[in-house]
T-cell receptor, first 111, second 111 residues
Framework: GQQLNQSPQSMFIQEGEDVSMNCTSSSIFNTWLWYKQDPGEGPVLLIA?????ELTSNGRLTAQFGITRKDSFLNISASIPSDVGIYFCAGCSKGAQKLVFGQGTRLTINP | DGGITQSPKYLFRKEGQNVTLSCEQNLNHDAMYWYRQDPGQGLRLIYYSQIVNDFQKGDIAEGYSVSREKKESFPLTVTSAQKNPTAFYLC??????????FGSGTRLTVV
């Protein structure tokens, strides 16, 4: 079945630093999504990507749909304490009934 | 505002008891999903439903059951056959562009 490899698994950074994380798939995806989960809450959609090569921003967050359609990247610029949480990538191929999720990147920020 | 409501937020179960977790959505989404999340782990799919009166097993369906009698509702029953039910349970529904909206979760603890 389809698998997603998300890296890194965890990050420990200083406030103000930029963050980069990525996901790679064993197969081609038509949709890439990035979610953030705060402790004790459900994941919330940050950015959705629907076209190869697409670059989309949401405030300090920028995500890209890889040109090969097998990867995606999320960057966070100038991190702040409220960026702490778990970030999940997710993707699916055309006609799929469900998303495939990455294992998550846990972001910790030292003030 | 549209969204997904999970209840209760916290649930305690005695050994050998069945418990039912509620999930209601008013987003008019056809597809709904149940995930299990263990501490520090990713999301594992339990069951999903594409349409009323139909549902499919996910990756870890053993010890769980669901029903989908109404479009708005997708309750999950954790049966006594589930040997390690303590976890965080998340319900989601899906829009036409594959974006999932998640509920705020139910934390189940066996006492």
């Amino acid at each position: 079945g389809q698998q997603l490899n998300q890296s890194p698994q965890s990050m420990f950074i200083q406030e103000g630093e930029d963050v980069s994380m990525n996901c790679t798939s064993s197969s081609i995806f038509n949709t890439w999504l990035w979610y953030k989960q705060d402790p004790g809450e459900g994941p919330v959609l940050l950015i959705a990507l629907y076209k190869a090569g697409e670059l989309t921003s949401n405030g300090r967050l920028t995500a890209q749909f890889g040109i090969t359609r097998k990867d995606s990247f999320l960057n966070i610029s100038a991190s702040i304490p409220s960026d702490v949480g778990i970030y999940f990538c997710a993707g699916c191929s055309k006609g799929a009934q469900k998303l495939v999720f990455g294992q998550g990147t846990r972001l910790t920020i030292n003030p | 505002d549209g969204g997904i409501t999970q209840s209760p937020k916290y649930l305690f179960r005695k050994e050998g008891q069945n418990v039912t977790l509620s999930c209601e959505q008013n987003l008019n989404h056809d597809a709904m999903y149940w995930y299990r999340q263990d501490p520090g782990q990713g999301l594992r799919l339990i069951y999903y439903s594409q349409i009323v009166n139909d549902f499919q097993k996910g990756d870890i369906a053993e010890g769980y059951s669901v029903s989908r009698e109404k479009k708005e509702s997708f309750p999950l029953t954790v049966t006594s056959a589930q040997k390690n039910p303590t976890a965080f349970y998340l319900c989601a529904s899906r829009d036409r562009d594959y974006g999932y909206t998640f509920g705020s979760g139910t934390r189940l603890t066996v006492v």
